[in-house]
């Protein structure tokens, strides 16, 4: 009855890590929302390159929930932390970090097509690298009330968890090593991050 007790103790130990690996994907896309430094595109197709090899419908469905209501909880906080900032007379640490990461040029943009297109915009936003913080930042300065931004991150978050995943599923269906899918994943997204920023330079 070996071999049964090391069945058992492999599958336990397999539920365990997902049990722990989905709270930790949603602890860290959530921050990655506050502290837009780190790189939750990369984390989103990481875990969907391991949801791919196990070749369980449901942990790519549970990925896909854990990284979508951690990327709109995080921004929901962080536009309340950044209406508290607009409203107080010293400002907010939270409202400076907005105001660091949003050029004037690029804000100025995304000022322009957010009142040209309204919700369009924001839901655009998160699929374009560094447009979050700019489109965020002119809702903050259109008064948009929360309810209103929440209507319009919604479908942002779920594109934007989708896409990513979509990047790693295709990483990992080229490899048969999960850790090959990882690196082309996290390539890829880095790939995808960067390109905008090189344009711009190029031109």
Known sequence: MTWLADATRTVTTGYTQQAA??????????LGALVPVVPTGALVSSAAVVAFHRTAPLTSALVF???SSAAFLGD????????RGMRSKNGSRWLEAIRSRAPEERLAQ???KLAEHGVAVLVLSRLVPAGRIPVMLACL??????RRFARGNLPACLA???T???IGVVGGSLFREPW??????VVLTVVVSAAPSVVRRVR
Not at 21 to 30: D, H, N
Not at 76 to 83: E, F, I, K, V
Not at 180 to 185: H, R, S, W
């Open 180 to 185: 090959e899918g990882v690196v082309l994943a």
């Open 21 to 30: 690996g989905y709270p930790s994907l949603f602890l860290l896309v959530f």
């Open 164 to 166: 990513y995943q979509v």
């Open 141 to 146: 300065m259109a008064e948009w009330p929360l």
């Open 76 to 83: 929901m906080a962080l536009y309340w932390l950044g209406r």
């Open 110 to 112: 995304a000022r322009g």
């Open 160 to 162: 934007w968890a989708a």
């Open 65 to 67: 929930a854990a990284a």
